[in-house]
């Protein structure tokens, strides 16, 4: 489940950073193009595994953590809790469409900080992906 979460932090940064992205790389619209089809179903399976983490895990090690290893602790919040987020502003069109409530509120007020949000995933995915592969910091 850990490599999915880091596939998904990623790939919900990319596309939450994709006009960033497009503006330093116009070559990069193209791979992008092919992953906002898959939009609604990252951010909803993102926002599902998020929520299973905080669960899991519980609120009391997810801060104490920050105590132990402050890199390791700022990486576990920030894809937690960022992935949530995005998660939410992604994969709210396709709940919407599944329970026939409006959550769109909760989308206004998290749009303006996606570009903020999906730098935290990238970098909490990559941070995940390079302690995965045996590169600790």
Do not use: R
Not at 61 to 68: A, H, P, Q, R
């Amino acid at each position: 489940m850990l490599w999915l979460f880091t596939i998904l932090l990623l790939a919900a940064g990319v596309l939450a950073c994709s006009a960033l992205i497009i503006g330093k790389k116009p070559e990069a619209k193209q791979l992008i193009d092919k992953l906002v089809p898959f939009q609604g179903i990252i951010g909803v399976v993102l926002l599902v595994i998020c929520v299973l983490t905080m669960l899991q895990v519980g609120p009391g090690y997810m801060f104490s953590i920050l105590k132990s290893s402050p890199v390791v602790g700022m990486q576990y919040l920030g894809g937690v809790f960022g992935g949530a987020a995005l998660g939410l502003v992604f994969g709210m069109p396709l709940i919407a469409k599944v329970t026939g409530k409006d959550g769109s509120a909760i989308v206004q007020k998290l749009s303006p900080f996606q570009v903020i949000l999906g730098l935290v995933c990238l970098g909490a995915g990559a941070l995940n992906l390079l302690w995965m592969l045996g590169i600790h910091l």
